[in-house]
């Protein structure tokens, strides 16, 4: 599925796995794109009736604090309705953002998709 904001496109790719909701993020994640995505994750998050979520970041080339505020907001309405998140795949570059925003406190990141779900699975 391809989201439009701007010149900037986000791309994504749903799947759930044992009822984990997992989206598969690739190109840009910037304040264009942060609002039809954060509105698909819930949508779909309806359906799985929140009981977790990983996101994949191994095709984001660029993300800016729009896309922190994607994760904690996720995060916050996972943990309301007792649901559980985890993000993986993450590259050399967000992994700075990540650690310097003090992502890494709040949500678990897992090497791989498969670490992350069974994580998730066992919580």
């Known amino acids: 599925m391809l989201l439009e904001g701007s010149a900037i496109e986000v791309q994504i790719d749903k799947d759930v796995v044992g ?3 997992v989206v598969r993020l690739r190109g840009e994640l910037d304040h264009h794109a942060v609002e039809p995505l954060r509105d698909e994750i819930e949508q779909s998050l309806e359906n799985t009736h929140y009981r977790g ?40 570059n967000l992994r700075k953002i990540f650690e310097l ?5 709040v949500v678990p990141v897992y090497a791989s998709e498969q670490a992350a779900l069974k994580a998730i699975k066992e919580a």
Do not use: H, P, W
């Not at 993300?63 to 309301?80: K, Q």
């Open 19 to 21: 009822g984990v909701l």
């Open 53 to 92: 979520l990983v996101l994949s970041f191994q095709g984001i080339d660029f993300m800016d604090s729009s896309g922190l505020g994607l994760i904690l907001g996720r995060y916050r309405t996972l943990s309301a309705r007792s649901g559980k998140m985890a993000l993986c795949e993450v590259n050399t």
């Open 101 to 105: 925003s003090g992502i890494f406190k």
